[in-house]
T-cell receptor, first 111, second 116 residues
Framework: RKEVEQDPGPFNVPEGATVAFNCTYS??????FFWYRQDCRKEPKLLMS???SGNEDGRFTAQLNRASQYISLLIRDSKLSDSATYLC????????????FGDGTTLTVKP | NAGVTQTPKFQVLKTGQSMTLQCAQD?????MYWYRQDPGMGLRLIYY???????DKGEVPNGYNVSRLNKREFSLRLESAAPSQTSVYFC???????????????FGPGTRLTVT
């Protein structure tokens, strides 16, 4: 079983739709969680950190459920520019903050 | 402030050739990382360095060596390239150090390597 698992998709949604991605992790000692965005053939970039209390940044909401060991990302009012691959990242806060990346979920927003 | 830079951007090698991928960061970060990403797949950690003078193996270290030259620079060397090493290589850095404190990672633009 992978340490971090994501539904690979692809998710194809119309503009304006709401879409949610889930990510599960296996190590209950995990401490830090992030969502990254990766555009085609580009480097990953931090989208947002995920806090226990949940956090929101504009149209994006991230939530953490420690009991069930999953993280979610909700995108409201999808834009064409949201089309990308979204990577779930989990850090166990050991060994230099070494992170484990999920394989990513691909989102395509269509007109 | 350039962030994380990588050279070269593209490289084609013949099987058995060697090369070094260069990475530098100007954010005074403690930790640096090398990943590879194969088509349609996630990032896999090759090596990382918690601080200047230390390096550790990641998930897929075979066929690679690294050098943390100083706090800014972390190089990845392929001693004898193989077709299975065809991939996109990303370097990243973060504030996190030996204490294991977790911070977000900042990535370079990548090196696209083809081994024929």
């Amino acid at each position: 079983r992978k340490e971090v698992e994501q539904d690979p998709g692809p998710f194809n949604v119309p503009e304006g739709a709401t879409v949610a991605f889930n990510c599960t992790y296996s190590n209950s000692a995990s401490q830090s969680f992030f969502w990254y965005r990766q555009d085609c053939r580009k480097e990953p970039k931090l989208l947002m950190s995920v806090y226990s209390s949940g956090n929101e940044d504009g149209r994006f909401t991230a939530q953490l459920n420690r009991a069930s060991q999953y993280i979610s990302l909700l995108i409201r009012d999808s834009k064409l520019s949201d089309s990308a691959t979204y990577l779930c990242v989990v850090n166990f806060n050991t060994n230099a903050g070494k992170s484990t990346f999920g394989d990513g979920t691909t989102l395509t927003v269509k007109p | 402030n350039a962030g994380v830079t990588q050279t070269p951007k593209f490289q084609v090698l013949k099987t058995g050739q060697s090369m070094t991928l260069q990475c530098a960061q100007d954010m005074n970060h403690n930790s640096m990382y090398w990943y590879r990403q194969d088509p349609g797949m996630g990032l896999r950690l090759i090596y990382y360095s918690a601080s200047e003078g230390t390096t550790d193996k990641g998930e897929v270290p075979n066929g690679y060596n690294v050098s943390r030259l100083n706090k800014r620079e972390f190089s990845l060397r392929l001693e004898s390239a193989a077709p299975s090493q065809t991939s996109v290589y990303f370097c990243a850095s973060s504030e996190g150090g030996l204490a294991g404190v977790s911070y977000e990672q900042y990535f370079g633009p990548g090196t696209r390597l083809t081994v024929t």
